[in-house]
């Protein structure tokens, strides 16, 4: 999990990104499921943040790199 002084600066980063929203038919989108392979991952430029995120619907959505999990779903 994000600690909670970095929360304000991870949203400003990933809301000024804009990046394209992507479909995940079939994948539920709570903290724990586990993304496919074929879903792109993006860097995250925050300090001391090691994962990772994409956009789907109106949520960013931070996954740890390493088991492709969910950990965080950002509105």
């Known amino acids: 999990m994000v600690a909670p002084e970095q ?3 991870l949203r400003e980063y990933v809301h000024k990104q804009h990046l394209p929203s992507v479909s995940l038919l079939g994948v539920e989108l709570n903290v ?3 993304l496919p ?3 792109e991952l993006h860097a ?6 090691r994962y990772k995120y994409l956009a789907v619907a ?3 959505i931070l996954v740890d790199p390493d088991t492709r999990r969910i950990v965080q779903v950002i509105d």
Request: glycine share 12%; charged share 15%.
């Open 37 to 39: 392979d074929t879903v």
């Open 7 to 9: 929360q304000t600066g």
């Open 32 to 34: 724990g499921s586990a």
């Open 44 to 49: 995250i430029d925050v300090p001391n943040v």
């Open 58 to 60: 109106d949520h960013s």
